[in-house]
């Protein structure tokens, strides 16, 4: 009971109290990037959660043994990346397997490998771990981190594509705010909003 | 100093033109060995400033936005981001051209943490207050989504010394930014420079938290979509609709707009299409006068000579060209026909696809199709004689 | 083409106009309030403020030589004004200068102008000036404590509690020092022009009278809180006493009436009004129950303009719900009833 707790709690504090896209800046660029393309939303939104719960879980899992709990926090990056980059190459691994014999062509295999490449290598899937090294989550809040940013890459994906809907719309903006400046600026006015609930960013 | 400026302003809009045709032109620049050194400093004009990473291409957000609060950290972020790239670009223009591409994306993060951890020991030892207040962003710069794009798009498709002057060029982009931002931040947000106290107002604490660092680069992009308008009205006008962060239109339309948009600025199309054009636009006014079938047999027989002309002097870039020139000409006649259609109180909406299979017939079956659909009315033409 | 925009751009003003002059009507009112408690000191922050603010946009007018001026529209004189109002009677007179040009400068003027912005300015404003400056903003000088011998803002004072952080603090009222009166006549720390509970029940029902339209968010906003405000009390001495700490404390009645009702940033049906408002409301007390600051309520009003667009389709799904059971229920009388649900959509935003 104790663990859904923590699971839970954790999982909505990274959602909506530091919303990581928000409040830290993890993955605005692949967030503006969903946004404009707002069909590619489901599958790169799972991938990320997938990614980031497998890695967050595994590095707390290897976090267990004394050896790299006393190492410094160099070493413990390093071996973050490197399981990262285990995970990512058994995924790929498994996709083509399962690919190789269903009728798909070669473009869509190509797109469906570069997908996971690019929500894998994510600033928002790397940085899951190293939050919860910093604060020391538990196994059950490290899992729920993982599946909070999934859920906060999508909170701030839609939220980013109504803005963008919009200032599309306007035609009031001045010539040269149109398009990217623009939507700085409206993420930085809700970045302003998601600060305001906790008063400062916390996660470093 | 008029004619100075205007000289100025003519060469930096052939510089940004070619630069944005350069895809292009980069088989011929590959061939001459002369034009290394003139490349480089467009490829830096391109990557620092047309298509500059942060703030036109929006790629790397994360350390921009969020710890570059001081002059320090962007310092030293820029001269890791500058490793990182040329490293990575290295190993892939060399080794990595022959690996599969869902393999290399993984061992791109892994030479980014080739560098990085070094640098973390490093700054750790020389600067470590620094290293505690860049936290948990540094290790994020092993996987900047700048290096992956910048591989896969162009060191694995190009030579060793190319990539090494894309990765300068692109970092140099990414640490201007950097340094600029850094800059503004700590001056307005903690009254320092360099940790040396400037003054004392009390400042707006604000700008060091992730959301100033995005007014930062909003204002910072905004000024450079004016220096664009500037130097180059169309691509700043282009960016303004077409740019990474506006929504994915369908491809139909902005293929269409494209062109029209470049049409003047196409080296390689012969000079007789612009004056064909403005046939076509003073026909669209005539046309209450002269009945539909006749104006578009006309424009047929104009677009068949066209093509022919065409066909003798350019047979390399007709390939793409015909499908375009097609499309451009037909889009005001079949407009002609909705208003038409229209104007008989016919509500007619086409969808995408319909449209689609209406520019994929040809101009006989569309007419005819009108004809059918439309019922016969009494010619207006000959009730004025009876008055 | 450029005589029916001055002709577009002039009618725009109108609107605007008419509107601002409304809300500037009743922030007068709150100002009157302000000057008989604080003295007049806080007329001539107001007067900077909006000094400020007027500068900003006609700086941007003269720049983009737009003709006829935007600033006819009196936008710039609401945002600064409303903000000088929402800051503490100590408050240094740079701090609110700060805040109109922050919110007249990125909140306002990269969206287009007062009928295309897509936040309510003040609110960014506000929002920007509580996160920067976070003691000057909520630490609000003693009743008791005169006031005349404040200038510049820089003098030391002695400071009083607010309501807002009594309950934070979760103590009650009624105790010696405050009681009920006292928050009804206003005779209480807090910001300038939102502490008097008497003065905002009358520009409410002004509100009610003027523009009906806008009131209905404003309505459903203060619905919610007082629903939260009943059912979860965060002070042991009652409900009632729970109800009305959280309704005059901070600038919760203020922004309920001003800045959630904009017509610009709000859904436009009636329906979705209605729900917008109280989805405010419920935010706006969370961000008081769980939040760091003891007055969330201009950070709600940021994330509920971004999120009007949901608010707009919801309503419109759920008024075509309603409709079509109708239809399905009474096909004779539907058309009638159709006629009569047909809710009055404000286009433009704004209704003269």
């Known amino acids: 009971m104790n663990m859904i707790l923590q699971f839970f709690s954790a999982a909505l504090y990274i959602v909506f109290v530091q919303n990581l896209v928000f409040s830290g800046g993890y993955g605005a660029s692949e967030a503006i990037r969903t946004a404009a393309r707002p069909k590619q939303l489901a599958l790169f939104a799972v991938m990320i959660t997938y990614f980031s719960t497998t890695t967050s879980l595994l590095c707390r899992l290897i976090w267990l043994i004394p050896v790299f709990k006393t190492a410094g926090t160099t070493i413990a990056i390093v071996m973050f990346v490197l399981v990262l980059i285990v995970v990512y190459l058994i995924t790929a ?48 809040e490290s899992i729920g981190a993982g599946i909070g940013a999934g859920f906060a ?52 | 100093m008029k004619k100075r400026d205007k000289k100025d302003k003519n060469e930096n809009i052939k510089k940004a033109n070619t630069i944005r045709e350069k895809p292009v032109k980069e088989k011929e620049q590959k061939e001459t060995s002369e034009n290394e050194a003139v490349s480089f400093k467009y490829e830096l004009f391109s990557e620092v400033i047309v298509k500059n990473p942060v703030l036109v291409s929006t790629i790397g957000l994360c350390p921009v936005v969020a710890i570059c609060t001081s002059l320090k950290s962007a310092v030293v972020l820029s001269i890791i981001t500058y490793f990182t790239m040329i490293f990575s670009q290295i190993i892939s223009a060399s080794v990595l051209k022959h690996c599969p591409q869902w393999a ?10 080739a560098i990085v951890a070094p640098s973390m020991l490093l700054l750790e030892n020389v600067l470590p207050e620094n290293m ?22 162009v060191a694995v498709k190009s030579t060793v010394k190319q990539a090494f002057v894309n990765a300068v060029s692109c970092s140099t982009g990414y640490a201007a930014v950097l340094i600029i931002t850094g800059f503004v931040r700590e001056l307005l947000g903690s009254g320092t420079l360099w940790d040396y106290r400037v003054f004392s107002f009390p400042t707006a604490t604000a700008l060091t938290n992730p959301f100033g660092g995005f007014i930062v680069i909003g204002f910072m992009a905004a000024i450079l979509r004016w220096y664009f308008k500037k130097i180059d009205p169309e691509y700043a006008e282009d960016l303004a609709v077409n740019s990474r962060s506006s929504i994915k239109k369908p491809k139909v339309k902005k293929s269409q707009k494209h062109k029209k948009a470049h049409v003047s600025s196409m080296t390689y199309e012969p000079q007789e299409y612009l004056p064909h054009q403005e046939e076509v636009t003073t026909q669209e006014s005539v046309q209450e006068e002269i009945p539909a079938e006749e104006s578009h047999q006309e424009d047929e027989q104009n677009l068949t000579e066209t093509f022919e002309q065409a066909l003798a002097e350019n047979t390399t870039h007709i390939d793409n060209s015909e499908e375009q020139i097609l499309e451009i000409q037909l889009e005001p006649q079949i407009k002609e026909i909705v208003q038409e259609e229209t104007k008989a109180n016919k509500k007619i909406e086409y969808t995408s696809k319909e449209l689609e299979d209406l520019m994929s017939k040809s101009l006989e079956d569309i007419i005819k199709d009108t004809i059918k659909e439309t019922p016969q009315e009494p010619d207006a033409d000959k009730e004025v004689p009876k008055q | 083409m450029k005589e029916l925009n001055k002709q577009k751009v002039k009618e725009e003003n109108k609107q605007v106009r008419a509107y601002m002059t409304d809300m500037l009507v009743m922030l007068s009112a709150t100002m009157i309030i302000a000057v008989f408690h604080y003295g007049f000191r806080c007329l001539l922050m107001v007067a900077t403020s909006i000094i400020a603010a007027v500068l900003c946009e006609s700086c941007v007018d003269l720049a983009k030589k737009r003709t006829p001026q935007r600033i006819g529209d009196l936008s710039a004189v609401f945002t600064g004004a409303a903000i000088a109002l929402m800051l503490p009677a100590s408050a240094p007179m740079w701090l ?90 206003g005779r209480v720390a807090g910001p300038v022009g939102t502490s008097c509970i008497f003065v905002m029940f009358g520009l409410f029902l002004y509100m009610l009278i003027r523009r009906s339209s806008e009131w209905i968010t404003s309505a459903s906003f203060l619905a919610a809180c ?34 959630i009702s904009d017509p610009v940033t709000s859904p436009k049906d009636q329906l979705s009004r209605v729900l917008y408002g109280f989805a405010g409301g419920l935010l706006t007390m969370i961000f008081r129950y769980f939040g760091a600051f003891e007055e969330g309520v201009c950070f709600v009003i940021i994330i509920m303009n971004a999120l009007s667009t949901y608010f707009d389709t919801l309503g419109e799904k759920l008024n075509n719900y309603i409709n079509s059971k109708d239809t399905k229920s009474k096909p004779q009388k539907s058309k009638k009833n159709k006629k009569a649900k047909d809710t009055p959509k404000t286009e433009g935003g704004y209704i003269l």
Not at chain 1, 121 to 128: D, G, R, S
Not at chain 1, 170 to 177: A, H, K, L
Not at chain 3, 111 to 134: D, I, M, Q
Not at chain 3, 238 to 254: D, N
């Open chain 3, 96 to 185: 609110a200068p700060i805040g109109s040009i922050f919110a007249i400068a990125v909140a306002k003027l990269p969206f287009g102008n007062a009928k295309t912005s897509l936040f309510v300015p003040a609110a960014a404003g506000f929002a920007f000036l509580s996160l920067s400056y976070r003691e000057l903003v909520f630490t609000y000088p003693s009743v008791n404590f005169d006031m005349s011998g404040i200038v510049t803002g820089e003098e030391g004072f002695i400071s009083g509690i607010s309501v807002a952080n009594m309950l934070s603090q979760k103590t009650s009222i009624g105790t010696g020092i405050i009681n009920v009166i006292d928050l009804f006549i």
């Open chain 3, 226 to 259: 007082s629903i939260l405000a009943v059912i979860f009390p965060r002070v042991l001495t009652g409900r009632s006493i729970s109800l009305v700490m959280e309704l005059s404390s901070g600038m919760l009645f203020f922004a309920a009436i001003f800045f």
């Open chain 2, 104 to 113: 290399r994306v993984a061992l791109y993060a892994l030479s980014g943490m």
């Open chain 1, 153 to 204: 890459f999508i909170l701030a994906t839609l939220l980013i594509h109504e803005g963008m809907k919009k200032l599309e719309s306007n035609e009031e903006i001045p010539n040269c705010f149109k398009g990217t400046p623009a939507v700085f600026i409206y993420i930085a006015l809700l970045s302003m909003a998601f600060t305001g609930f906790s008063g400062k960013t916390l996660f470093f």
């Open chain 2, 132 to 153: 505690i207040a860049l936290g948990i962003y540094l290790p994020l710069l092993a996987v900047n989504p700048l290096i992956t794009r910048q591989c896969e798009r």
């Open chain 1, 93 to 140: 691994l498994i996709i083509l397997k399962m690919l190789k014999g269903a009728g798909w062509r070669q473009e869509e295999k190509d797109k469906l490998l570069r997908q996971a490449g690019v929500s894998a290598f994510n600033t928002i899937v790397l940085a899951v771990p190293f939050i919860s090294q910093r604060v020391a989550y538990t196994v059950s």
